[in-house]
């Protein structure tokens, strides 16, 4: 009996990889960031925007799903000396029916805006700059969920 359960797990465990593959983070959504405006002077005000674009038949959670048991998406800037970060806003969430919630989700599908305000110090040094930070996300379908994802994200910003 041993050799049969030893036996199935490897069988099983090859069996979800290439769904995992097939159905991972990169097939649900992809981010990017970017600054507006690209340069800003010391003392000056920008934005750090980010786009989650949500691939066709699928749905990522949204900042405040209405079930606690989902997770939400996130995004977190990383500190940067020289720049502050105001609070992050997320876009408004639709609601999605789905066949494994009995009541319908609030969820981000199509393409997402995040933004999040910066100030940049007048003490901040002149030159290029790169804003980071990660985006975190859980993406689904109709049917199921997939395990939760992170994107690392780089915006390009010059100071003047």
Do not use: E, W
Not at 44 to 62: C, D, M, R, S
């Amino acid at each position: 009996m041993n050799k049969a359960i030893f036996l199935s797990l490897p069988l099983t465990g090859a069996l979800l990889s290439p769904a995992f593959a097939q159905f991972g983070p990169s097939k649900v959504a992809t981010a990017s960031a970017s600054s507006r405006p690209a340069a800003v002077v010391r003392g000056g005000k920008g934005v750090l925007v980010i786009t989650l674009n949500v691939k066709p038949a699928y749905h990522v959670n949204a900042n405040k799903p209405n079930d606690p048991a989902y997770i939400p998406t996130v995004f977190t800037p990383a500190p940067m000396p020289g720049v502050i970060f105001g609070p992050v806003h997320y876009p408004a969430a639709k609601l999605v029916k789905v066949s494994y919630s009995p009541k319908p989700l609030l969820v981000y599908t199509g393409q997402a805006v995040i933004t999040v305000p910066f100030t940049v110090a007048k003490t901040a040094g002149p030159g290029p700059k790169t804003l980071t930070g990660s985006v975190a996300f859980q993406g689904c379908d109709a049917k199921s969920c997939y395990p939760p994802a992170t994107a690392a994200l780089k915006a390009a910003m010059t100071v003047k």
